[in-house]
Every structure is written in structure tokens, then in C-alpha cells.
């Protein structure tokens, strides 16, 4: 793979089931280097019978959901690579899409009301004369932003404060009407005001109640819980339904109204404990009545940061585990009890459910080692693949296979991973990629980064050292407070492992070492430390964590994550700063970092820099315009296409190969 063939990374959104349960559609969408923005339709996909068909033909189209009674499917549409999306839907067979709002800032998550005739959603709601609601007033020249409290910047989003996210009805257009005079948009109603986003919401089957995601507690700018609550459909009678005591992030309804089901993680007394901590499925009733009830062990069943779907049925809940560089899909049924319904060594991104029993219908999207994403079926206990999105990344310039490795650390705990290598017989030199996080996981997965500089003649190896999630809470927990040690360990135990394997034919006197965010973190603290600083002919720290002093004055987590993961007094901290050792490292390092990351901010990665150069190590900057933390999964097109320009320059400068030579 090269960098101009990102085009064919096809990935799948959620997919949603005809009630029927005979067919799906899904959004199929991809980088177009071409147009710099990511382009993409629905497709109707047959369950059983005939492959797929293109439904729709717009610029942006995501997020599909058929209605109740399957005449109409809701989506997200954006014009052109500049238009916000709005809300629109379309009949079922196809034809001319509706659009149902006028979002200034675009629509975000929808769904539908049980009787078909409304759409709830939530949008960010602008203060009047900011973000262009006032075309006298242009950039640079809205009113001072007065800051009373420490979460008022989102990564990837900006300011918060004035822009909250609330929630609006739309009634929908009945399709087959005749357009009225300039086919205006139905006006919105809004039903929250709130000084709070609301992050979902989701109708009673009975239609009569909403179920929505906030955070309205007194201390919401000092804690990271989270709430669920229940209003009537108008908007009124807003009730709390959990205890102030969880960070809740899906809910959803039972069959019968009474209960909500949750995802949902655990903060601790301190309401910020979160390093490492298990989301979990958990219950209460909707009424408020009683407290949550976990139904997962939380200790061994991951529930989080996949994005997953909460889908209920009277056999049970349905929900993504994540394991092991998997994700896999359960059910878990009245008993308490996970059944595996989607599982093996790939990932299950996203999922729907319609039936019961036997005549059950799921699908799921799914990526894995060789396809960046498809569409799966279980019927009868069956699985069957139902599409082929990942034939031209395949079939054209191919993908090298995941070579899974576990190695034995020095104190005899195994750390797990993957080399993916280059043509040829070796011996090849290495990259030691290290992912972000930290609890995160690399994974079955075709990861675009370790195809292209495989490509470019290099072997590239993937490991969840302690601190990565999939592996137990007790695994990512153990590095509170001990950050660059035990983790620092695994990585470069895993490092002399896979060296001594002789099937993997590596060069242990040619390597180097890179990373974004915590990888970024990890590749800085590795150059500086004697165990690792001499063995890496170059590094790359991309979008590091490197200061957690500043870090906590800058960044949009900075007021809770250093505190939780590394703690607060000035000699822990110093031990585990990278920023704190700069003046170890002698290692040429290309410092990359986006313009407008709030995660971690940019001053991170000049100060880096700056002592870099000022102490005569070769060392280069380079910064993306207008790119959040985001930008090597999220970036422009042609922004990620140029970073990996520069990475394979960087290489073929100091580590230079057959296939990557510097001009």
C-alpha cells in the first residue's frame, strides 16, 4: 500500500436491519484524496440472495436507520466537503431524499419515534453571533469568550460553552406530498436548553418519553459523571434516572418501557477514576426508582470506546466486548450470561438486531486483518459474509498479513502483539510502533500506517504492552503512577523477543521507534532512557503527551488526566516527564503535531522540538493546518496522505531500505 492508495480504505458505518429482517443498509464510505474530504453513500444489502446496490448517490451520505415500519430510512447527508450534515430521509426503494433540518452547525445522533411520524436528534445549538449565525461578523471578530470553569474545549469540536449540544423533534415529511412552495425545511422543535451537552437520545417504545445522555449535576465541570434521564415528549418533566455515581454512555430501553439499560463506566468515590476502568453493562429502572445494577464482571469484560451499539431484545442485550486485539460481539441474556454471537480474531465495530429466538436476524460490521470492513449476517446460528467492500485494497496493492506474537517479559508476565513484514527474506529492518492511549489496543485489524511502511521495506511491530486495554482491568491499571516503567518494559521485552524469533528474519542493528498521543509519550520517554535511547537510529513523536505539568493548563482533559494517571507531586511527576529528560536524548527525531489539537496541544510537541534543536539534535517540525488530535484516522485526505510522505522520507533518511531510498 502507498500513500496515494488511501482511497481505498472503505470503512462501514452502523448498519440498521429492515424490520423484516430480509436486508440492511449501512454507509459505505472512504478518503477521497481527489475532492480532500471523505465521501460515501448507503447501500441496500439482501440478507440472503443478490449482493449489494448503491441506495443513494450524495456527496456524504452516513448514519442510516430505517424507520419502524420500514417505509422510510433516516440519514445524515453533507453536500459538498464543507457542508454540514443534516438530517434527511428517503423511501426505502430509494429515490429523491427529504431533508428535514437546517442545522447551523449540522445534525448529530437521531432516531426515530415508534409511530414514524417524528425524529428526535441533537445538534449543537450556536450563541448568536458566533460560528457565522452573523454574516457582519467575521473571523476574529466575535465578542471575548469569558471561561468560568476548566471543560470549555473539545478536541476536534473547539469552544463548548457557547455551542451546547441540545435536543430537537422534527415531524417527518410525508414523502410521496407534492413540494410546497420553495420545499421549505420543517421547523424544529427544541426541547432542551440546558447548560450541558445532550450526547444521545432515544425514544420509549410506547413514544410517550424520551431517554437522553447529559451531565447537569452541580459538579459536572469538576467530575466525569454522567447521567441518564428521562422527559416527556414535549420536553418537559426531565427526570434523573441514575444516582450521580456512573459515567454512562449508551442507554437504552427494554421492550416493555420499564427498565433503561446502560453502558457505563464506574469513577470512583472521587467521580474521576477512570484510568483503565472497564465500562460495563449495567440497569436501573426508568422510573428512578431504585439504584443501577452492573451485569458484567468488571474485572474481565470490556465494554468501551468502541462506539457500540446497546441494542435490546426480549432474548437479551447486545453489546461489543473487547479482547485480546478483538472485538466481539455478546449477547447477554436474563441469566447474566455473555454468549459470543460474533467473535474470532477480528473486530466487531457496530451492529443491529431484529427478531427473537430462531427467527433472530443479526448483522454486524466487522473489519479484520485483510478488510478494512464488511458486513456479516447470523441467522440460525449461521454467519454468512455479505459483501465485498474490501476487494480494491486486496486485489490491488494487497495486504501483508498480521504475524501474532506473545512474548515472555523479564518478570514472566507474557506481553501480546504483531509483526507485519515486508516482501523479501530478510534480514528487515524494524519499527517499534507504539499506540495511544494508553488504554487502548492494537489489534486483527488493517491498520493503514504498518501496510505502508511495510511497503516501503520495513517490519513494523504492534504490541499492547500493561497499560493497554483488552486484557483485564487489572493489566491497565497497572501503570497508574508508574508511567514509562513497566510499560516502557513490555515494549522493549516484546522488542527482544520477536529479534530472537528466527521466522521473523529482524535486524536488531537497524531500528527505530514511533508513536502518536501516549505512543508519542512512549517514543520521547524510550529515546531517553539508557535501556532503549541507543538502540533507534530515529524516532518520530507524533501528537505526544511529553509535559503533564503544562498539559494540565492547556489541554481540553488536562484538568483530570494527568492528575489520575501520572498523580500531582512535583518529584512523580518529574519521573515520569519525558519533557523532564530532553537532555538525554540524542536521537534524530521528526516531531509531528496538528495545529488545532486540544488534546494534546501543540506547545507540546514545539518544546520538544525547541530543546531538541537548541541542544544540536537533528530533529524537524512538522505541523498540519486546521488538524485536530484526529488527524491520522480523521485528518483531510490530503493531509494524511502527505504525513505518511514525510514519514517514509524521514526513514529513508535514517534508516534507508531497497523499496524507501532518499532521493
Same mark, same amino acid.
Given at each position: 500500500?502507498?500513500?496515494?492508495?488511501?482511497?481505498?480504505?472503505?470503512?462501514?458505518?452502523?448498519?440498521?436491519?429492515?424490520?423484516?429482517?430480509?436486508?440492511?443498509?449501512?454507509?459505505?464510505?472512504?478518503?477521497?484524496?481527489?475532492?480532500?474530504?471523505?465521501?460515501?453513500?448507503?447501500?441496500?444489502?439482501?440478507?440472503?440472495?443478490?449482493?449489494?446496490?448503491?441506495?443513494?448517490?450524495?456527496?456524504?451520505?452516513?448514519?442510516?436507520?430505517?424507520?419502524?415500519?420500514?417505509?422510510?430510512?433516516?440519514?445524515?447527508?453533507?453536500?459538498?466537503?464543507?457542508?454540514?450534515?443534516?438530517?434527511?430521509?428517503?423511501?426505502? =426503494?430509494?429515490?429523491?431524499?427529504?431533508?428535514? #433540518?437546517?442545522?447551523?452547525?449540522?445534525?448529530?445522533?437521531?432516531?426515530?419515534?415508534?409511530?414514524?411520524?417524528?425524529?428526535?436528534?441533537?445538534?449543537?445549538?450556536?450563541?448568536?453571533?458566533?460560528?457565522?449565525?452573523?454574516?457582519?461578523?467575521?473571523?476574529?471578530?466575535?465578542?471575548?469568550?469569558?471561561?468560568?470553569?476548566?471543560?470549555?474545549?473539545?478536541?476536534?469540536?473547539?469552544?463548548?460553552?457557547?455551542?451546547?449540544?441540545?435536543?430537537?423533534?422534527?415531524?417527518?415529511?410525508?414523502?410521496?406530498? @407534492?413540494?410546497?412552495?420553495?420545499?421549505?425545511?420543517?421547523?424544529?422543535?427544541?426541547?432542551?436548553?440546558?447548560?450541558?451537552?445532550?450526547?444521545?437520545?432515544?425514544?420509549?417504545?410506547?413514544?410517550?418519553?424520551?431517554?437522553?445522555? +447529559?451531565?447537569?449535576?452541580?459538579?459536572?465541570?469538576?467530575?466525569?459523571?454522567?447521567?441518564?434521564?428521562?422527559?416527556?415528549?414535549?420536553?418537559?418533566?426531565?427526570?434523573?434516572? =441514575?444516582?450521580?455515581?456512573?459515567?454512562?454512555?449508551?442507554?437504552?430501553?427494554?421492550?416493555?418501557?420499564?427498565?433503561?439499560?446502560?453502558?457505563?463506566?464506574?469513577?470512583?468515590?472521587?467521580?474521576?477514576?477512570?484510568?483503565?476502568?472497564?465500562?460495563?453493562?449495567?440497569?436501573?429502572?426508568?422510573?428512578?426508582?431504585?439504584?443501577?445494577?452492573?451485569?458484567?464482571?468488571?474485572?474481565?469484560?470490556?465494554?468501551?470506546?468502541?462506539? =457500540?451499539?446497546? #441494542?435490546?431484545?426480549?432474548?437479551?442485550?447486545?453489546?461489543?466486548?473487547?479482547?485480546?486485539?478483538?472485538?466481539?460481539?455478546?449477547?447477554?441474556?436474563?441469566?447474566?450470561?455473555?454468549?459470543?454471537?460474533?467473535?474470532?480474531?477480528?473486530?466487531?465495530?457496530?451492529?443491529?438486531?431484529?427478531?427473537?429466538?430462531?427467527?433472530?436476524?443479526?448483522?454486524? #460490521?466487522?473489519?479484520?486483518?485483510?478488510?478494512?470492513?464488511?458486513?456479516?449476517?447470523?441467522?440460525?446460528?449461521?454467519?454468512?459474509?455479505?459483501?465485498?467492500?474490501?476487494?480494491?485494497?486486496?486485489?490491488?496493492?494487497?495486504?501483508?498479513?498480521?504475524?501474532?506474537? #506473545?512474548?515472555?517479559?523479564?518478570?514472566?508476565?507474557?506481553?501480546?502483539?504483531?509483526?507485519?513484514?515486508?516482501?523479501?527474506?530478510?534480514?528487515?529492518?524494524?519499527?517499534?510502533?507504539?499506540?495511544?492511549?494508553?488504554?487502548?489496543?492494537?489489534?486483527?485489524?488493517?491498520?493503514?500506517?504498518?501496510?505502508?511502511?511495510?511497503?516501503?521495506?520495513?517490519?513494523?511491530?504492534?504490541?499492547?504492552?500493561?497499560?493497554?486495554?483488552?486484557?483485564?482491568?487489572?493489566?491497565?491499571? +497497572?501503570?497508574?503512577?508508574?508511567?514509562?516503567?513497566?510499560?516502557?518494559?513490555?515494549?522493549?521485552?516484546?522488542?527482544?523477543?520477536?529479534?530472537?524469533?528466527?521466522?521473523?528474519?529482524?535486524?536488531?542493528?537497524?531500528?527505530?521507534?514511533?508513536?502518536?498521543?501516549?505512543?508519542?509519550?512512549?517514543?520521547?520517554?524510550?529515546?531517553?532512557?539508557?535501556?532503549?535511547?541507543?538502540?533507534?537510529?530515529?524516532?518520530?513523536?507524533?501528537?505526544?503527551?511529553?509535559?503533564?505539568?503544562?498539559?494540565?493548563?492547556?489541554?481540553?482533559?488536562?484538568?483530570?488526566?494527568?492528575?489520575?494517571?501520572?498523580?500531582?507531586?512535583?518529584?512523580?511527576? @518529574?519521573?515520569?516527564?519525558?519533557?523532564?529528560?530532553?537532555?538525554?536524548?540524542?536521537?534524530?527525531?521528526?516531531?509531528?503535531?496538528?495545529?488545532?489539537?486540544?488534546?494534546?496541544?501543540?506547545?507540546?510537541?514545539?518544546?520538544?522540538?525547541?530543546?531538541?534543536?537548541?541542544?544540536?539534535?537533528?530533529?524537524?517540525?512538522?505541523?498540519?493546518?486546521?488538524?485536530?488530535?484526529?488527524?491520522?484516522?480523521?485528518?483531510?485526505?490530503?493531509?494524511?496522505?502527505?504525513?505518511?510522505?514525510?514519514?517514509?522520507?524521514?526513514?529513508?533518511?535514517?534508516?534507508?531500505?531497497?523499496?524507501?531510498?532518499?532521493?
Amino acid at each position: 500500500m502507498r500513500p496515494d492508495q488511501l482511497d481505498l480504505l472503505t470503512t462501514l458505518s452502523s448498519p440498521t436491519l429492515h424490520p423484516s429482517g430480509e436486508r440492511a443498509v449501512v454507509a459505505v464510505t472512504r478518503p477521497d484524496l481527489a475532492s480532500n474530504s471523505y465521501v460515501g453513500q448507503l447501500w441496500e444489502v439482501p440478507v440472503t440472495g443478490d449482493g449489494p446496490r448503491r441506495l443513494t448517490r450524495g456527496f456524504r451520505d452516513t448514519a442510516p436507520q430505517y424507520s419502524p415500519d420500514g417505509t422510510m430510512i433516516g440519514f445524515l447527508r453533507a453536500t459538498d466537503a464543507k457542508a454540514k450534515p443534516q438530517l434527511h430521509v428517503v423511501a426505502a =426503494t430509494g429515490g429523491e431524499p427529504v431533508r428535514l #433540518t437546517d442545522a447551523p452547525l449540522g445534525a448529530g445522533g437521531f432516531a426515530w419515534a415508534p409511530d414514524g411520524h417524528r425524529i428526535a436528534y441533537t445538534a449543537r445549538v450556536p450563541e448568536p453571533g458566533r460560528y457565522g449565525t452573523d454574516p457582519e461578523i467575521g473571523d476574529g471578530e466575535e465578542a471575548p469568550r469569558l471561561i468560568t470553569d476548566l471543560r470549555y474545549l473539545g478536541d476536534g469540536v473547539g469552544y463548548v460553552g457557547d455551542r451546547r449540544q441540545q435536543v430537537f423533534v422534527v415531524d417527518v415529511s410525508e414523502l410521496d406530498a @407534492a413540494p410546497g412552495p420553495g420545499d421549505d425545511v420543517p421547523e424544529s422543535r427544541q426541547l432542551s436548553d440546558a447548560a450541558a451537552d445532550s450526547v444521545e437520545v432515544v425514544w420509549r417504545p410506547d413514544g410517550q418519553r424520551l431517554a437522553l445522555v +447529559s451531565a447537569r449535576h452541580e459538579t459536572r465541570t469538576t467530575d466525569l459523571v454522567v447521567d441518564a434521564w428521562t422527559c416527556a415528549s414535549d420536553g418537559t418533566d426531565l427526570q434523573r434516572v =441514575t444516582d450521580g455515581a456512573l459515567t454512562v454512555e449508551k442507554v437504552a430501553w427494554s421492550p416493555d418501557g420499564a427498565t433503561l439499560w446502560l453502558l457505563a463506566s464506574d469513577p470512583g468515590p472521587s467521580g474521576l477514576d477512570f484510568v483503565g476502568r472497564h465500562t460495563g453493562l449495567w440497569s436501573v429502572p426508568a422510573d428512578g426508582s431504585g439504584r443501577p445494577t452492573r451485569h458484567t464482571d468488571a474485572e474481565t469484560i470490556d465494554l468501551g470506546e468502541i462506539g =457500540t451499539r446497546l #441494542t435490546v431484545t426480549a432474548d437479551g442485550v447486545h453489546v461489543q466486548r473487547r479482547t485480546r486485539g478483538a472485538v466481539e460481539l455478546l449477547r447477554i441474556g436474563a441469566d447474566g450470561e455473555p454468549t459470543v454471537v460474533v467473535g474470532g480474531p477480528r473486530i466487531v465495530t457496530a451492529h443491529d438486531v431484529v427478531g427473537t429466538g430462531a427467527d433472530a436476524v443479526v448483522v454486524a #460490521t466487522t473489519l479484520d486483518a485483510v478488510t478494512p470492513g464488511e458486513l456479516v449476517a447470523v441467522t440460525s446460528g449461521e454467519e454468512r459474509v455479505l459483501t465485498d467492500f474490501g476487494a480494491p485494497l486486496r486485489e490491488g496493492p494487497g495486504v501483508r498479513p498480521l504475524h501474532e506474537r #506473545t512474548v515472555t517479559a523479564d518478570d514472566g508476565y507474557p506481553v501480546h502483539g504483531w509483526v507485519v513484514l515486508p516482501d523479501g527474506p530478510g534480514p528487515h529492518p524494524v519499527l517499534l510502533d507504539i499506540h495511544g492511549g494508553p488504554f487502548a489496543q492494537y489489534g486483527w485489524q488493517v491498520y493503514d500506517e504498518a501496510q505502508v511502511l511495510a511497503a516501503a521495506g520495513y517490519a513494523v511491530l504492534l504490541a499492547n504492552p500493561r497499560g493497554s486495554a483488552g486484557y483485564g482491568q487489572e493489566h491497565g491499571r +497497572s501503570i497508574i503512577g508508574a508511567l514509562g516503567r513497566r510499560d516502557a518494559d513490555d515494549l522493549l521485552d516484546f522488542l527482544d523477543g520477536v529479534l530472537a524469533d528466527p521466522e521473523l528474519a529482524l535486524d536488531s542493528s537497524r531500528m527505530g521507534v514511533l508513536g502518536g498521543s501516549y505512543g508519542g509519550y512512549m517514543t520521547a520517554w524510550l529515546t531517553a532512557h539508557p535501556r532503549a535511547a541507543g538502540r533507534f537510529a530515529a524516532a518520530v513523536v507524533e501528537r505526544g503527551f511529553l509535559d503533564p505539568v503544562s498539559f494540565a493548563g492547556t489541554s481540553d482533559i488536562g484538568w483530570f488526566f494527568g492528575d489520575q494517571l501520572v498523580g500531582t507531586d512535583p518529584e512523580q511527576l @518529574a519521573a515520569q516527564s519525558p519533557m523532564a529528560a530532553l537532555d538525554r536524548v540524542e536521537t534524530p527525531t521528526l516531531v509531528i503535531h496538528s495545529e488545532r489539537d486540544f488534546r494534546c496541544p501543540l506547545e507540546q510537541g514545539q518544546r520538544w522540538f525547541h530543546g531538541l534543536q537548541k541542544r544540536g539534535v537533528p530533529s524537524e517540525l512538522l505541523i498540519f493546518p486546521g488538524e485536530s488530535h484526529g488527524l491520522t484516522r480523521e485528518g483531510q485526505p490530503r493531509h494524511r496522505r502527505q504525513r505518511f510522505d514525510h514519514l517514509l522520507r524521514w526513514w529513508a533518511t535514517h534508516l534507508p531500505t531497497e523499496a524507501n531510498r532518499a532521493e
